[in-house]
Structure formats: C-alpha cells, structure tokens
C-alpha cells in the first residue's frame, strides 16, 4: 500500500502579502472601509500636492536678501539666511565652537549610551551625570580657564531652548522620584509636605511659576547673592515639572504588586536598598511612555521662557519676523519651528518605544 506522501507548502496568495495585501487588510477590507479610504485619500491628496509644490518644488532656498525669493513658492531663504542667529541666538560669532564642542560631546555621550554592546556604560553615565555639566558650564559660560565669559542674556535660540529643557529633565527626575517615595511615605510630616509640594506645584501655569522665579525668588535670598535670570527660569521649571513626575513615578510605584516588597522585606532588605534593587527598576519600566510624555510636554513648555525676558528658537524666530526687511514671512519662521520641535519631540517618542521593547519582561498584555 502506498503511503501517503503531504503536498509541498505552498506560498501564500499574491493578494494576501505585500502591497497589495497589506492594502486589502488595511484599507479596503470591505465596502464601508472602501469607501471611506477612497474618499480620506482623495482629501489627503487634494492637500499634499499644492503643500508640497508650495514647500520644496516652487521655493527659493539660497540667497541674503528677500529679492532671492521670486519663485511664488516658500521663502526658505528667510530661515537660511539668519540659521545662525536662530541656533546660537546673540551668542558671540567668534566663539560658536565652544557650543558645538558642547552639544557634539553630549551627542558623543547620548549615542555610547544608547549603542548596545559598548563597553563601561557605567563609567560612561556617571561621566555624563557629574562631569559633564560642569565641563558644559565652563564651555557656554566661560569666566574661568582662559574662557571668555558670556552671561547668559546673550544665549538664545535653539541652545537656549536644549540648555533649559535638558537641564530641566535631569533635575525634575530625582526630584520628582523622592516626592513620589515621600507621597507614599509612612512618616505624616513627610507625605504631607510632599502632598502640599505637589498639589502646590500642579495647581499653577508654567507661566505663572516663571514669572514668580524671576520676580519673586531674589527677595528670598540674602542681597549679595545674585541669581542669574537663566538660574531663576531652571530652578521654576525644574520644581514644576518635579511634580508632574512625582505622580507619574506613584503610579508606577502603586502598579508594583504587593508581593515584591514583601519579598524584599523577606531578604531583610532595609527600605533604601528595596526600593533602589528591585521597586524602582520594575516600576520605572511601567512608567515610560508617561515620564516620556512630561518630557516631551516641558520640552515645548520651554518657549514660555519668553515671559521672563529669554529668547528661545521661538522668540528668537518671532523677533526676526519684526524685521522690516523680512516682514511677510511668518509662515516659513512658524513652519520651521514646529519642524525642530517636532524632530527632538518625535526622537524622545521613538527612543522611549525602543525601551520599552527593550527592557519588556512580560508584563505587557
């Protein structure tokens, strides 16, 4: 008796893989779905083709002056012709290296950090936590090692806009976590002064903060102290966005099953060593996408620093549209700017997801 011998594998069918099928599942899986595709493509058409022609087919790109822009279409030569100014804000000319040395060291430093397989990680974080600021500080501020010193009223633009966000984030995260460990504290004199410090916090503007910090926090402190403007607007921020992120971290925190500090007080760990070894890292992987989120929101809250008197790539570009020789030009300095803030916002989005896929140990469902 023959035995039975299977049919090789076939391939799938041509209509269910690729293009085609991917259009077929997405798209056009059925008579409403159809419908609806064929008519959101032809509005989306409609606006694409003269946004396109407008933006890169009829523009004008290079030039000094707006007699350069004579195609009908965008006048990037608006924003090439002043990018400087839009980056490094009043900055002195002569002394940009010193800003591009800082932010290429930073950059060198993100990507050791973020690059799997690169050795002394350790080494290379605690570098950028301790060391780095400072190095930074002399290098944009100057007034030590033979540096020309340079206040901060003459930083602006796009370094102005990075200095406060970063710093803002590196100061709001531990601040923002030991408010969420006092919230959840046993000690009444602790959780109730976190509790006030939060609920303070988050029931006021950003706006309102700023302009506290730059009128309110010199009458604090003792007449020989000078506080910088820039100092003022980082410390406001900073204990802002602290408790955004102190609520964020408590979430995490309460999402931790109960099992896990039972067990930690099982090894007869003592509550610091719990929280650092095994708490925290399992609660901070659940609090990702919403720590990114406040990141990303006090990235675009930068441009309020305004209010205080500091010019950020957004004032920066609103200041160069007073220009008489430049009037009529507003939407390539607003089209440009929502551009760089939607690079650094999109980039915070997608490295966040690769975290999450990175560091998933199943607890997603």
Not at 288 to 297: C, E, H, L, R, S
């Amino acid at each position: 008796m023959e035995k039975f011998q299977p049919l090789p594998s076939q391939p799938a069918p041509s209509s269910s893989t690729g293009l085609v099928g991917w259009l077929r599942k997405n798209l056009f899986s059925g008579p409403i779905n159809s419908i609806v595709s064929i008519i959101a493509i032809y509005f989306v058409v409609s606006a694409l083709i003269p946004a396109i022609q407008w933006t890169f087919i009829d523009a004008d790109w290079f030039g000094s002056d707006r007699n350069a822009c004579t195609s009908g279409g965008a006048c990037w030569v608006f924003i090439t012709s002043r990018l400087d100014q839009f980056i490094y804000g009043f900055y002195p000319e002569q002394l940009y290296w010193r800003v591009d040395t800082t932010f290429l060291l930073l950059a060198a430093l993100f990507a050791w950090l973020m690059i799997p397989n690169l050795p002394q990680k350790v080494w290379v974080a605690a570098f950028t936590i301790f060391i780095f600021p400072i190095i930074a500080f002399f290098l944009l501020h100057g007034g030590a090692f033979g540096l020309e010193e340079v206040p901060t009223h003459q930083w602006g633009g796009l370094i102005l806009t990075l200095v406060i966000a970063i710093v803002g984030i590196a100061a709001a995260m531990p601040i923002g976590i030991l408010l969420a460990l006092g919230r959840r504290s046993e000690m009444p004199i602790i959780k109730s002064f976190c509790v006030v410090f939060i609920e303070v916090w988050r029931g006021v503007p950003l706006i309102t903060v700023l302009f506290m910090a730059s009128v309110m926090l010199p009458l604090f402190v003792p007449a020989e102290y000078h506080f910088d403007k820039l100092l003022r607007a980082l410390i406001g921020i900073a204990l802002f966005q602290s408790a955004y992120i102190a609520e964020v971290v408590r979430g995490g925190l309460q999402a931790i099953p109960k099992g896990q500090y039972e067990a930690a007080d099982a090894l007869g760990l003592t509550y610091w060593k719990a929280m650092i070894l095994i708490i925290l890292p399992q609660a901070l992987k659940l609090m990702i996408p919403g720590i990114v989120n406040t990141f990303i929101a006090l990235f675009k809250d930068t441009s309020l620093v305004l209010i205080i008197g500091l010019f950020d790539i957004l004032a920066i570009v609103q200041a160069a549209l007073t220009d008489p020789k430049w009037l009529g030009f507003a939407t390539e300095g607003y089209v440009f700017v929502a551009l760089v803030f939607w690079v650094f916002c999109f980039g915070m989005s997608r490295y966040s997801q690769h975290l999450e896929n990175k560091l998933h140990t199943g607890h997603k469902r």
